[in-house]
């Protein structure tokens, strides 16, 4: 098993540019989401899904993207990319939406936005 | 204003001694708390677990306490051993949130050989 990949690992934009984060799992879970960590700040959640074609919006959604027309892909969008964008981005998927169940995370992307 | 705080960015210990991670919250509605282990250029892993109904749980060489009272945790490591070497976060939830997690800015722990 893959676990859970995401592509790009890094990434530069300008501002106002648009991208696709891509996430997939191989694990067949139900729950997928992603968050952004920033220096100095605890991961927070941008997005999440609880199966596929449901999804809902986390602490900062803002900017962002999110369809779930598969269990496997949850891929975020930025829409108009503006530095307050600038992170690392974090992709996760576990068996359900419950915090009882083990999150497993991809390796992380790094995006720059100039 | 953050709900879980880790207020050491870092902490260095000697291989084989007891390492010790703190973590505060101010929800008094979490109910699961959970410690999570990351290394560079990977995403965090999942380490150990507690509910708010104990005060005490333990894998091998970890073990997490909880206090309730002064809404404090910590993360006990015996022993120390270099491939420790890590971000340690701490993360909380309350069932009446969606399971949502709520994380610490983490602690990056050095072992000392």
């Known amino acids: 098993n893959a676990g859970v990949t995401q592509t790009p690992k890094f990434q530069v934009l300008k501002t106002g540019q648009s991208m696709t984060l891509q996430c997939a799992q191989d694990?067949?879970?139900?729950?997928m989401s992603w968050y952004r960590q920033d220096p100095g700040m605890g991961l927070r959640l941008i997005h999440y899904?609880?199966?596929?074609?449901?999804?809902d919006q986390g602490e900062v959604p803002n900017g962002y993207n999110v369809s779930r027309s598969t269990t496997e892909d949850f891929p975020l969008r930025l829409l108009s990319a503006a530095p307050s964008q600038t992170s690392v981005y974090f992709c996760?998927?576990?068996?359900?939406?419950?915090?009882?169940?083990?999150?497993?995370f991809g390796p992380g992307t790094r995006l720059t936005v100039l | 204003d953050q709900q879980v705080k880790q207020n050491s960015p870092s902490l260095s210990v000697q291989e084989g001694r007891i390492s010790i991670l703190n973590c505060d919250y101010t929800?008094?509605?979490?109910?699961?708390f959970l410690w999570y282990k990351k290394y560079p250029a990977e995403g965090p892993t999942f380490l150990i677990s507690?509910?708010?109904i104990k005060d005490k749980n333990e894998d091998g060489r970890f073990t997490v306490f909880l206090n309730k009272s002064a809404k404090h945790l910590s993360l006990h490591i015996v022993p120390s051993q270099p491939g420790d070497s890590a971000v340690y976060f701490c993360?909380?939830?309350?069932?009446?949130?969606?399971?949502?997690?709520?994380w610490g800015a983490g602690t990056k722990l050095i072992i000392k050989p």
């Open positions: 996760a998927s576990s068996s359900s939406g419950s915090s009882y169940n083990e999150q497993f």
């Open positions: 694990m067949n879970h139900e729950y």
């Open positions: 899904s609880v199966g596929a074609g449901i999804t």
């Open positions: 929800n008094s509605m979490f109910d699961y």
């Open positions: 507690i509910s708010s």
């Open positions: 993360a909380a939830s309350a069932s009446d949130s969606n399971y949502q997690l709520i």
